[in-house]
């Protein structure tokens, strides 16, 4: 079925500085979205990319279907940027978003 | 504006006991809707999708079952709670099922126990 490899499983910054987290995909997707945990558990949307790329603050993402991949880039990391990433993505199967196993980000001082 | 409401918030429940989460979402017509769970350190999977009501897709066997009784209404339930039934529950919608971004709700923490 599809697969979504998603790294890396941790990542620690100091503030300030960036770094990328990616996913990578067995089949084509038609869209991915990233999401962040809240301290509830629950997900909210950061980018929903059909292709291309997007950006909003100091977050960027981009999508490449054919290359079956995407990528959340972050600069300028802060403390409150700490928490876990998911990307998750569309297929042909109709309905179903399939998930990565996410990316625990760590922002030091 | 759209919202999505799940509850309850949080439930601690005993193996073989009833179970029911509902869903609803207000200001969008006859959207998707979707029940997602997450075991403790697992992935999100996806378990139901309901493109209208009374019309529900199982995705994973985990014996619980689903149903969509009006447009913005989705319930999850059991008869019998499992502990491996233990997790977060997560319920979301979407315009479509193909190209359209998922929204996601609060969730639910259940502990069976």
């Known amino acids: 079925g599809d697969q979504v490899e998603q790294s890396p499983s941790a990542l620690s910054l100091h503030e300030g500085t960036g770094s990328a987290l990616r996913c990578n995909f067995t089949t084509t997707m038609r869209a991915v979205q990233w999401f962040r945990k809240n301290s509830r558990g629950s997900l909210i949307n950061l980018f929903y990319?059909?292709?291309g790329t997007k950006e909003n603050g100091r977050l960027k993402s981009a999508f490449d279907s054919k290359e079956r991949y995407s990528t959340l880039h972050i600069r300028d990391a802060q403390l409150e940027d700490s928490g876990t990433y998911f990307c998750?993505?569309?297929?042909?199967?109709?309905?179903?978003?399939?998930f990565g196993a996410g990316t625990r980000l760590a922002v030091c001082p | 504006a759209q919202t999505i409401h799940q509850w309850p918030v949080a439930e601690i429940k005993a193996v073989g006991s009833p179970l029911s989460l509902g869903c609803t979402i207000k200001?969008?017509?006859?959207?998707?809707l979707y029940w997602y769970w997450q075991a403790t350190g697992g992935t999100l999977q996806q378990l139901f999708y309901?493109?209208?009501?009374?019309?529900v897709e199982s995705v994973v066997q985990l014996n619980l079952s689903a149903s969509r009784p009006k447009d913005d209404q989705f319930i999850l339930s059991t008869e019998k709670l499992l502990l491996s039934h233990s997790g977060f529950y997560l319920c979301?919608?979407?315009?479509?099922?193909?190209?359209?971004?998922?929204?996601f709700g609060s969730g639910t923490r259940l502990l069976v126990i």
């Open positions: 979301a919608w979407s315009l479509t099922g193909r190209s359209s971004d998922y929204t």
């Open positions: 990319l059909a292709s």
């Open positions: 998750a993505a569309s297929s042909g199967s109709f309905n179903k978003l399939t």
């Open positions: 309901s493109i209208t009501v009374g019309q």
């Open positions: 200001g969008k017509s006859s959207p998707n």
